[in-house]
């Protein structure tokens, strides 16, 4: 290790490179180690847990001074992109041995959260974007890219579905211009943003940017329109941008962009994906257990199994393109053995998509090379299995234009041996037979071990020292070595080279010629090797647009393979899927519960809304699994729109556009908000989103507040997205009073989940019937619960004080028009509660429920001496104080005695 001062030609060096790169911590290569100096010394010294150190070569100030070894670099790399910094790795790109001065340096790639290569940096099962967004004044504009792949996709969408996209790209990292704000995009908090200047997502120089970098005339065979879509293109260009400093050697694997607009695929928000878990569970695990992705997820191949993720975050809504998909998963679910043998072949295929990005970004070592190669050379054993099928939908075209890449995987396996190594230099790379001068040196340094034997035998045959041995290190080279115990023996021709405890090593002029000899040679074919494997790499690269085309096909046929297996092997029915407005699901099951338990013990459940029935009011016990319910509803949608079987007897599924669910408690302390507040915000963004085509999956709204409020607000709720939305709605709640929304609306249902009542125990038969349910049972499932019996016992004698006093308030509802107000507000509805005021207190050793005077007025009447006369005097007397009248209020008892 090495470090120079602060007034140094080197350090002159460093700076000047250090200035272009003021935002990322500078990897500078001298020799066998990368160095760190300044600022960037001390921040890697906390991150990394290195020692600092410093060093000054007479300068005035001593220079911090961090450095770690060049071999260990990508697990340092790593740990720091993992805490969120960038690293620039700066090369010596001349050989130091001709260098005349100073090496030259340069910075070769910058590493960040959201750009890179290397296996230890992603995910093979997920994407790594980094994105760009321009927030215009009708539309948002979001580019991302997957540097690791060359995936570039754009977006156009509204500010409303900014956070679903979000959501569903996941991006790592996120570029924005200096000064903007993300205000009201609730993942900001959670993103790496990377500031950029304003002028870098200017839509008229991100065009040309992008026309120049893609070689088109113009950005219309993108089909890219220079107006409706100029935010998404002024983020791409700042993107493009971006990438290109990242990546000093360039992007040539970069694809083609693809723009994505409003309509095609089912925006899902942030609160559906995590309440329906759909590839994150809610227990917070690292591994998929637990949700969708999960049960889904039989792929063989890394590639496959993004592009499964890709498919479950993003539904389709478009009747024809979910069909193909059906019709490519139905062909496989028909044909057990080609979909078997297909599962095999897919087996063996390593991720293509990211091998061929590295090999076009000249990254790509001898080992991925030689992976890439046999990947390919799997493929035509893919392609016999295919063209067993009798495909349909996506499969067909896929079979027709298959392409093996058989040139590809030829060349490739032709060029490198069976297993190479990771880098040049630590052991052969190129096969036999590929270089006439490669195979020639190889047999003077193969003959070099020969000729070592013979010399160590023929010295100690001519000292006698029967311990001599040759050795050989790269510090010093060929050396004899001889033990102290036989100094007198050592011949004069014997020149000493290194002293070690108890023995000498020396040099002969023999040994010498033979050693110029046999390194010549194997530094001849490293060098050798080197250009051979990057001649093949450069050749490789150059047909990365046919590789990218080669790995989609490849991910998009193990992705229809995983849905096949998956709805074999489960039990799934092919769904009808249609532009109607209906859903009918028969004996639904949830997807991931039944996988939990034994398959006979999951109870399926019927559930049909229809414009004449589109609005369900759910109620039950606790437990009885209403929410799961409501999740599998939501499920079963989903998996229809993405092409896949799902778990029924039959469904039909009228296309949604949206899809909500507002399903548990959560809460944002970081903002300041409460369990009710996210609550009611997230219902907020339903009712002012949800369209006619929409479904929309509610679990009781209202329940983090005041009774009344509670009632009030799920009441509203229910009636605006009855009335004024019309979208397919389930609404769970324990308010009982809104099954009474059935009498005034004739598109309102009521269903119960079952329970069996034995004595006081209960026994949940998650049985969905029509109707309401009267009880919630909540004292029963404390009991399971295990509260302890003395709480159980006094919670069923405080029910049954409060459930003794009840008085019937008025509570009107809604609607649009004055005279539809004034009907409703005649409509009682009839409530359990002790005040229409107040919410009950219990204060004390028994229920403290405010004095009734009505009550106690006929409590200190003695019934014995009332006459007639008086009983209709007292009665008309508290009928003129329930009507108000100031004359009629009643005060302590004048009975006469």
């Known amino acids: 290790m090495s470090g120079g001062g602060s007034g140094t030609p080197l350090m002159a060096q460093y700076r000047e490179i250090k200035a272009r790169h003021t935002n990322a911590i500078l990897f500078f290569r001298m020799g066998d180690f990368y160095e760190m100096f300044y600022e960037d010394a001390e921040v890697a010294a906390r991150a990394l847990d290195l020692t600092l150190t410093s060093r000054n070569n007479g300068a005035a100030a001593e220079v911090p001074l961090a450095g770690i070894p060049v071999k260990a670099a990508a697990d340092y790399i790593r740990r720091l992109v993992q805490q969120g910094y960038r690293v620039a790795i700066c090369e010596q790109i001349e050989d130091p041995k001709v260098a005349k001065g100073i090496v030259k340096r340069a910075v070769v790639e910058t590493i960040t959260p959201g750009a890179a290569f290397s296996d230890d940096l992603l995910d093979a099962s997920r994407n790594t974007f980094v994105a760009a967004i321009v927030l215009g004044s009708d539309a948002v504009g979001f580019a ?45 908090d959670d993103l790496l943003m990377t500031p950029r200047e304003g002028w870098e997502f200017d839509p008229a120089l991100a065009s040309d940017a992008l026309v120049q970098h893609f070689g088109v005339a113009s950005l219309e065979g993108f089909g890219l329109d220079g107006t409706h879509d100029a935010p998404a293109i002024g983020a791409a260009g700042a993107l493009l941008r971006y990438l290109k400093e990242l990546q000093p050697g360039g992007v040539p694997h970069l694809m083609r962009p693809t723009i994505e607009r409003p309509g095609g695929v089912m925006p899902l928000d942030e609160m559906t994906r995590r309440n329906l878990e759909l590839v994150d569970s809610l227990r917070a695990t690292d591994d998929t257990s637990g949700t969708l992705l999960g049960v889904l997820d039989r792929t063989q191949t890394p590639m496959g199994a993004r592009l499964l993720r890709q498919w479950i975050l993003a539904p389709l809504t478009e009747v024809a393109a979910i069909t193909a998909r059906l019709d490519a998963v139905q062909s496989l679910v028909d044909d057990a053995l080609a979909r078997e043998a297909l599962r095999i072949a897919l087996d063996g295929v390593r991720d293509i998509e990211r091998l061929a990005g590295r090999t076009a970004a000249l990254r790509a070592t001898p080992r991925d090379l030689r992976a890439l190669g046999d990947s390919l050379a799997r493929l035509p054993e893919v392609h016999h299995a295919l063209s067993r099928l009798a495909a349909r939908g996506t499969l067909a075209a896929m079979v027709e234009s298959w392409d093996d890449a058989a040139s590809i995987a030829a060349e490739i396996q032709r060029t490198l041996i069976e297993r190479p190594p990771l880098s040049y230099g630590d052991g052969e790379t ?104 990057e001649s093949l790499r450069a050749r490789v690269g150059s047909e990365i647009a046919r590789l990218q085309l080669v790995a989609r096909r490849c991910a998009e046929l193990d992705v229809l393979t995983s849905l096949a297996e998956v709805a074999a092997r489960e039990g799934y029915v092919r769904p009808v899927v249609d532009d109607g407005a209906a859903l009918e699901i028969v004996r639904g099951r949830h997807p991931v519960v039944e996988r939990m338990m034994p398959r006979d013990r999951f109870v399926p459940n019927d559930v049909t809304l229809t414009p004449e029935a589109r609005l369900i009011i759910l109620t039950g016990p606790n437990m009885a699994g209403k929410s799961t319910i409501l999740r599998q509803i939501g499920l079963i949608v989903l998996m229809a729109q993405m092409g896949s079987y799902v778990p029924a007897a039959s469904a039909r599924i009228g296309v949604a556009d949206r899809v909500f669910t507002r399903v548990g408690a959560s809460d944002n302390l970081v903002r300041g908000q409460s369990t009710f507040m ?164 219990l204060f004390g050793s028994v229920p403290q429920l405010a004095p009734n005077p009505v009550v106690e007025r006929l409590a200190a009447i003695d019934i014995n001496a009332l006459t007639p006369l008086q009983a209709l005097a007292l009665i008309a007397e508290l009928a003129s104080a329930a009507r108000g009248d100031d004359a009629g209020e009643v005060g302590p008892s004048t009975q006469p005695k």
């Open 144 to 188: 991302a890219a997957d540097l690791s792949t060359g995936e570039f996709r754009l977006v156009r969408c509204t500010r409303e579905d900014l956070d679903a996209v979000l959501a569903r790209l996941a991006p790592r990292e996120l570029l924005v211009a200096t000064g903007a704000t993300l205000d009201g995009v609730t993942r900001a």
């Open 430 to 533: 190129v096969a036999i037979g590929i270089d006439a001068t490669l195979d020639a040196l190889r047999a003077i340094a193969a003959g070099g071990k020969d000729a070592i034997a013979a010399l160590q035998a023929a010295e100690r045959e001519r000292t006698g020292i029967a311990s001599l041995k040759v050795g050989y290190n790269r510090v010093f080279g060929y050396f004899i070595e001889v033990t102290n115990a036989h100094k007198a023996a050592i011949p004069e021709d014997y020149q000493r080279r290194q002293t070690l405890t108890g023995a000498e090593r020396y040099i002969t002029p023999a040994l010498k010629e033979f050693e110029e000899k046999v390194l010549h040679a194997t530094e001849r074919m490293e060098v050798l090797e080197r250009e051979i494997v």
């Open 678 to 841: 996210v609550e009611m915000a997230e219902t907020s963004a339903i009712l002012h989103t949800a369209t006619a085509r929409s479904l929309v999956l509610l679990d009781e709204i209202g329940r983090g507040t005041a009774t009344w409020d509670g009632l009030s607000i799920a009441w509203a709720v229910s009636e605006h997205l009855h009335e004024r939305v019309g979208c397919k709605t389930v609404f769970a709640t324990h308010y009982h009073e809104l099954t009474q929304l059935a009498d005034e609306f004739d598109s309102v249902r009521n269903y119960n989940v079952a329970v069996q009542e034995a004595g006081d125990r209960i026994v949940f038969l998650h049985r969905l019937m029509e109707g309401g349910a009267d009880r919630s049972y909540g004292i029963e499932v404390g009991r399971l619960a295990g509260l302890p019996d003395p709480v159980i016992a006094r919670a069923r004698a405080l029910l049954r004080v409060l459930e003794g006093e009840q008085i019937v308030p008025a509570l009107g509802s809604v609607s649009n028009s004055d005279s539809k107000t004034e009907k409703s507000e005649q409509h009682k509805i009839i409530t359990k509660t002790a005040s229409s005021q107040s919410q009950l207190g």
